[in-house]
């Protein structure tokens, strides 16, 4: 099974040329840790906690994740505490990703579940 990095929400801007949606971030330089894979749709999200945390089950099962997998700490704050919370039940570690600005890449940390 290949490593995947669960993006739980990435945020979008509107493009000023197309008018269009666009991710607001490039998330490549995360592929060096696995497959980039989306929880929630980009852009807005719902603020009705109870609905947010039941998508993200929905997403993460134990058939999806693994203690190999990462989790990508970018969007909506409440989306990614939910991500993790959702994630230390299934797994015994989390891989937590973070955008260092200093080195311009994400530095994974180690996240023990009890």
Known sequence: MRTRVFVIHQPVVRDRASGRYRPQHDLSPALQFGEVVDVLPPGSISQDVGALRKQIEDRLTEEDCSSDDY?????????IVLGALV????????????????????????????
Not at 71 to 79: R, S
């Open 71 to 79: 989790l990508l700490a970018i969007g909506d704050p409440v989306a």
């Open 87 to 114: 994630m230390s039940r299934l797994v015994d570690r989390i891989q937590l990703l973070k955008w260092d600005r200093r080195m311009r890449r994400y530095v994974p940390s180690l996240i023990r579940c009890p």
